[in-house]
Every structure is written in structure tokens, then in C-alpha cells.
């Protein structure tokens, strides 16, 4: 099916103009904007590395998805191609399934599971093949069923919210929920206001919308690090530090892992 790689065979076009700035990129700001995905994922690979040692690998594996997600946002807006389209879609929901395999707290898996991380990784391994078949049956609707899921992750962070007094875990939380919810503003509003936005010649928000979810990603993993920490890393404490500095107002969170006073 040569038809799939052909530049515009997706069904899927955003509200930016085609072809506007290059013959060979179909959506220039869209394609651009993903830089973020290049510079954040190593970052936070790097900051993150003393908690991968003493908690879990799996931070690189999702962090080279984030920035696999950048790479396959490029290739599709770049050329609106279907391949495109189905490349970056598959990506997010192995991020998001790579996601929920290393941080759910075990008090949210089914009961059946007996609270078996194991279990749990292949249930989420098998449920996401399934779905990476089906994204094939109606391509429309991949990008509105991948943002649903950030329904059920909003679900667990506001139970979390609710029963913790971590001052540090509250305040990622609501950082978080916040950048997620500006991002998928501009998302929506870029699908669903279109003509409006094309009359007064503002074409950017689903480039805004990348900027935002690439900057919602540090604080959303350090956020679910620090609820996964509470269950799994009992004998430590997640001590959260901004890059480059703690006194500046804006950074990227990472967290410091320290073992607790067993004396105490």
C-alpha cells in the first residue's frame, strides 16, 4: 500500500495551512514545535538517572518514547501522511501503557490481579497490542480516544491529591493538571474552531498544544514517581529539586532520592 507513505493520505489535517513555508512540510509550525519532545526527553533522562538506579529502568524506556512521540509528530505534520498519523498515535499509547505499567499504584489494578505488577504489565502489554490493531479500523478517532485515557490518569492523581499532605506532590499535581488542561484547550480548540481561527489568521495551536504537553511531561513523570514512591519505596524519601536551579520560578522538576533515618 504505497498510498499510506503518499504526502496527505491521512484523513487527519490541522487547522495550520499547508505547505505555507516549503514545498517538502505540509505544516511547518506543527512539524517544528516538536523540538521540545528532543530537548526535555534526555533531560529528564539524565536528571532522572540516580531514581532509575534505585527504583526502576523503565524511566529511559519511556523517555525514549517521548522522544520517539517528537520524532513521529515531525514525520507526520510534516507530510500529513497516513503512516505518519499511525506512527505517532501507536507511540503515545505505548507511552502511556509503558506508563501505567511502571507507576499505577497497585491499590488501582483489578482485583483479580491480587496487586501482581507482573500481571498487571502483561494485561497492560496484551490490552495495548489489541489496541495498536484497532487504531487501524476508524484513524479519526485514534487522537480523541488517546486523550480519553488522560481522563482515568486525571482520576488517579485527584485521589492521590486527596490523600496526601506532600506539599511537593500537591503542587505537581496542580501544575500538571493545569498545563494538561491548557494544552488540551489549544488541542480541542484548534479541531473544533478552525474556521474561526483561520478568519483572524492564528494557526498555532496545535503547536502550542505540542509545547505544552512536551513541558507537561517532566512534571507529569515526577508526579507519578512521587505517588509510586509512596507504595513502592516505603524505606525512602523523594526529595523534589528544579532544574537548573531550586530558587528559580520556573524549572523542571526531578526528584533526590534519600533513605530514611532508620534510627528514627
Known amino acids: ?7 496527505q493520505s491521512s ?11 516549503s ?5 511547518f509550525y506543527n512539524t517544528f514545535s516538536n523540538v521540545f519532545f528532543f530537548i526535555f526527553g534526555p533531560l ?6 540516580p531514581y532509575a538506579q534505585k527504583r526502576t529502568w523503565g524511566i529511559y524506556v519511556i523517555s525514549v518514547l517521548f522522544m520517539v512521540i517528537g520524532l513521529f509528530s515531525m514525520y507526520f505534520h510534516m507530510t500529513l501522511s497516513f503512516l505518519g498519523q499511525l506512527l505517532d498515535e501507536i507511540s503515545i499509547l505505548w507511552l502511556l501503557a ?17 496487586g501482581n505488577r507482573s500481571h498487571f504489565t502483561c494485561l497492560v502489554f496484551t490490552a495495548t497490542m489489541i489496541s495498536t490493531f484497532l487504531t487501524f479500523l476508524k484513524p479519526t478517532i485514534n ?3 488517546l486523550n480519553s485515557i488522560g481522563i482515568h490518569i486525571l482520576y488517579i492523581v485527584h485521589k492521590e491529591y486527596r490523600k496526601t499532605s506532600n506539599q511537593d506532590l ?9 498545563l494538561w488542561v491548557s494544552a488540551l484547550t489549544s488541542w480541542i480548540s484548534d479541531r473544533a474552531l478552525c474556521s474561526f481561527w483561520q478568519r483572524i489568521h492564528f494557526f498555532y495551536l496545535h503547536s502550542i498544544w505540542h509545547v505544552l504537553i512536551s513541558i507537561t511531561f517532566p512534571y507529569g513523570i515526577v508526579t507519578m514517581a512521587l505517588v509510586d514512591a509512596k507504595y513502592e519505596m516505603p524505606g525512602q524519601t523523594l526529595k523534589v529539586h ?4 531550586d530558587s528559580w520560578l520556573v524549572g523542571l522538576p526531578y526528584v533526590e532520592v534519600q533513605d530514611n533515618d532508620k534510627n528514627c
Open 1 to 7: 500500500m504505497p498510498s499510506i507513505f503518499a504526502y
Open 11 to 21: 484523513e487527519v489535517d490541522w487547522c495550520e495551512s499547508n505547505f505555507q513555508h
Open 23 to 27: 514545498e517538502l512540510v505540509a505544516e
Open 44 to 49: 529528564m533522562m539524565f536528571l532522572l538517572h
Open 98 to 114: 509503558s506508563g501505567y505499567s511502571v507507576w499505577l499504584p497497585r491499590c488501582y489494578f483489578p482485583n483479580f490481579l491480587q
Open 143 to 145: 487522537a480523541y480516544a
Open 170 to 178: 500537591r503542587h505537581l499535581i496542580e501544575i500538571s493538571v493545569v
Open 242 to 245: 528544579y532544574w537548573p536551579r
